[in-house]
């Protein structure tokens, strides 16, 4: 049996577990044991090295301690007494602040030692603290929660995380044995690694921390092996095809890119050649195009719908919204003039409509179609779909991309990103395409100018857009929410968009959400494309794709709230005609330590691969690549920026694939039966 048959095993088969405890696991998304064993602790508290009070005060971290209690007092707080406990080790005093732990006084008995674990600080004359775990002392008896790593896990309040590490101990007792390996050996024994089931015991209850990092490297090893695995057979498989289309003529299309109102940068020349080369090959086109903001991605992805229109076969274009899906099929409806005809899918579609554009492509009287997951619907069938396209593909799931791949015969296939991903991670989870990147951008283009902007200097700010828009320019204003939320501490987005129409009249401004209809989005768009508006609120609907080159202004309120990446994509929607763009970052007077290194980076550079890789560098991938989506296993201990690992899990996985291409060794059988069988049905077979 291997890890991943524990997916079909449900915790019903769980006797130690009781009614409670199955429903809180299930609300924390714990449904399997598979996903109970995986459900790994987020930090670990050293409880091995016996400490003093002393050295917590120095360190300002937490400390093992025995310690002997030698009075208990008590305190007021909320107008009810709580306990206070006096304990002292071999140097030091401290009290133990019991909130609303009545209790503690029976535990923590004067004259009786215990064990304790806490970090302590100087506060209102004494040395205190209010968070504390302890366990009697017992000579010649080893304690049950200290001498050891104790592993923490993410839970609700409802479950305390010693009957959690039951849970997880009993799991692994019970189920561990009988889990095998789907590494094959030579590769553990090569590079020295812990057996699967160590791993696992380690990870969960550390004996040492050499240990614990031996185990995460076992887990991270075999989370982007098994990625690599499935990149190198989809590369294999994709590669034997042979695709329906040819084409002949891709002059027809270069035609189309030598009329356009601007010239085209020497990059996007170039991958325009290298997918033309695709195009003419006998095997499918599967080509990762990455490209910073304003880098021009978009009229690279028009070319290669061209060439399939001009020779007769139909392409599509998939967004994620229906304002980008709009803004493109205008765009590419301007530049073909009627000369092919194109058209537009998206929910807002009137009825009548769209029966027409479906029966048009099923007859191949529609050439160029540009949409949204309207495109995914069984009732859209093509004639001859020879290209596809996908805008922001990490939007997509790949059971999405799958479904409009499949609406024809292997075509070739362009995905498209915003978010630079350095080399070495592209190849880690793209590996099975070929990569273009865009980094010039237009001679004509001026660098948006980028500043960090506090409390303070918030009505300068607002004069200086004032006299923006006085000059005919237009703004967008940025919030990271749309309703008022205690928490973070930020207002709601209406009363923003209240409070900037006051500053700014008499200019209009309007407002954009997620919860806004499709009529009622378009309506604000259209209002402020064509510049009826002079300011847009916004929340992150905006982030990609909106172009209105008269823009010169972008200002992200709570700026820190956001990622690296994400504030770079805002900023680019500015900038984008012959004006010079701006870009102000709005905080609090006090952020984090990691959020201001955000907004200096921002200020410093407008080079989005730079952007990236601090952005890895400071928060990891997280979803940014889509990784979730892509099918793939979930990475859950790999680090995706540690570049020379991720190249070594490359190399491996390269060779096993070349030495034996069908997996039909012995030795691999547990590749096959422990990792490919939990893919994706179509993820191996279909392009």
């Known amino acids: 049996m291997y890890l991943g048959d524990l997916r079909f095993v449900s915790m019903e088969h769980l006797s130690f577990l009781t009614t409670r405890q199955k429903k809180i696991l299930e609300k924390m998304g714990l449904t399997s044991i598979y996903e109970i064993l995986t459900y790994f602790p987020f930090r670990y508290e050293d409880r091995m090295q016996i400490s003093s009070i002393e050295t917590s005060l120095i360190s300002q971290k937490p400390v093992t301690t025995l310690v002997q209690v030698v009075a208990h007092e008590s305190i007021f707080f909320q107008n009810r007494r709580h306990p206070k406990i006096i304990v002292q080790d071999d140097k030091m005093r401290a009290s133990l602040l019991g909130f609303h732990r009545p209790y503690l006084t029976k535990h923590l008995r004067i004259g009786e030692k215990y064990w304790l674990y806490a970090q302590f600080v100087m506060k209102y004359n004494e040395i205190q603290t209010s968070t504390f775990e302890f366990e009697p002392y017992q000579q010649g008896v080893s304690p049950k929660s200290f001498g050891k790593i104790i592993p923490v896990y993410r839970l609700p309040s409802e479950l305390h995380l010693k009957e959690f590490q039951s849970i997880v101990q009993k799991c692994l007792d019970h189920y561990l044995p009988q889990i095998e390996d789907e590494i094959p050996l030579y590769a553990i024994t090569g590079h020295k690694l812990l057996s699967k089931r160590e791993a696992y015991q380690e990870v969960h209850f550390p004996t040492d921390f050499s240990l614990l990092r031996k185990a995460r490297l076992r887990i991270a090893y075999e989370e982007i092996f098994a990625i690599q695995i499935a990149v190198q057979l989809r590369r294999r498989a994709l590669a034997s095809y042979t695709k329906h289309t040819r084409y002949s003529d891709t002059h027809t299309a270069w035609s189309f890119m030598e009329h356009l109102p601007f010239s085209l940068t020497t990059d996007q020349k170039k991958v325009m050649g290298e997918i033309e080369q695709d195009l003419l090959s006998s095997q499918p086109m599967h080509r990762l195009l990455q490209g910073d903001v304003g880098s021009g991605k978009t009229v690279v992805a028009f070319f290669a719908?061209?060439?399939?229109?001009?020779?007769?076969?139909?392409?599509?274009?998939?967004?994620?919204?229906?304002?980008?899906?709009?803004?493109?099929?205008?765009?590419?409806?301007?530049?073909?003039?009627d000369?092919?005809?194109?058209?537009?899918?998206?929910?807002?579609?009137?009825?009548?409509?769209?029966?027409?554009?479906?029966?048009?492509?099923?007859?191949?009287?529609?050439?160029?179609?540009?949409?949204?997951?309207?495109?995914?619907?069984?009732?859209?069938?093509?004639?001859?779909?020879?290209?596809?396209?996908?805008?922001?593909?990490h939007k997509f799931g790949v059971e999405q991309r799958l479904a409009l791949s499949k609406k024809g015969n292997h075509p070739d296939l362009l995905v498209m990103t915003a978010t630079p991903i350095p080399r070495t991670l592209s190849l880690t989870l793209y590996g099975d395409l070929d990569?273009?990147?865009?980094?010039?951008?237009?001679?004509?283009?001026?660098?948006?100018?980028?500043?960090?902007?506090?409390?303070?200097?918030?009505?300068?700010?607002?004069?200086?857009?004032?006299?923006e828009i006085e000059k005919g320019r237009q703004a967008f204003f940025v919030y990271p929410v749309i309703?008022?939320?205690?928490?973070?501490?930020?207002?709601?987005?209406?009363?923003?968009?209240?409070?900037?129409?006051?500053?700014?009249?008499?200019?209009?401004?309007?407002?954009?959400?997620?919860?806004?209809?499709?009529?009622?989005?378009?309506?604000?768009?259209?209002?402020?494309?064509?510049?009826?508006a002079h300011v847009l609120v916004s929340t992150l609907v905006i982030e990609v794709g909106i172009d209105v080159p008269n823009a010169s202004v972008m200002v992200i309120e709570a700026a820190d709230r956001f990622g690296l990446s994400q504030l770079h994509q805002l900023r680019g929607r500015v900038g984008r005609g012959e004006y010079q763009g701006y870009c102000f970052l709005v905080t609090e007077d006090d952020i984090s330590e990691e959020g201001a290194e955000r907004m200096n980076i921002l200020c410093q550079t407008d080079d989005g691969f730079a952007i990236a890789e601090a952005d890895f560098k400071q928060r990891g991938p997280g979803d940014i690549l889509g990784v979730r989506q892509s099918g793939l296993p979930e990475l859950k201990v790999a680090d995706l920026c540690d570049h020379r690992f991720l190249a070594m899990c490359m190399e491996d996985t390269r060779r096993i694939i070349a030495y034996d291409p069908h997996l039909a060794l012995p030795k691999h059988q547990g590749i096959v039966e422990g990792i490919l069988k939990f893919l994706p049905m179509d993820y191996l077979s279909s392009g």
């Open 435 to 467: 990569i273009s990147i865009l980094r010039e951008k237009p001679k004509n283009r001026l660098p948006t100018k980028t500043y960090w902007i506090r409390a303070k200097e918030y009505s300068k700010m607002l004069d200086f857009v004032r006299k």
């Open 339 to 393: 000369k092919i005809s194109v058209a537009l899918l998206t929910s807002s579609t009137p009825a009548k409509e769209r029966k027409e554009i479906v029966e048009r492509l099923q007859t191949n009287a529609l050439s160029l179609i540009v949409g949204t997951h309207s495109l995914l619907q069984p009732d859209v069938r093509f004639a001859d779909l020879a290209l596809v396209v996908y805008d922001e593909q």
């Open 483 to 532: 309703e008022a939320s205690e928490k973070l501490e930020l207002k709601s987005l209406e009363h923003y968009h209240q409070q900037i129409q006051h500053k700014l009249a008499p200019y209009e401004v309007v407002w954009l959400h997620g919860r806004m209809s499709p009529e009622e989005k378009t309506l604000a768009l259209e209002r402020f494309r064509s510049h009826q």
């Open 305 to 337: 719908m061209l060439v399939a229109a001009t020779n007769h076969h139909q392409a599509a274009l998939l967004v994620p919204t229906e304002s980008l899906a709009s803004q493109h099929y205008h765009t590419l409806a301007a530049i073909v003039q």
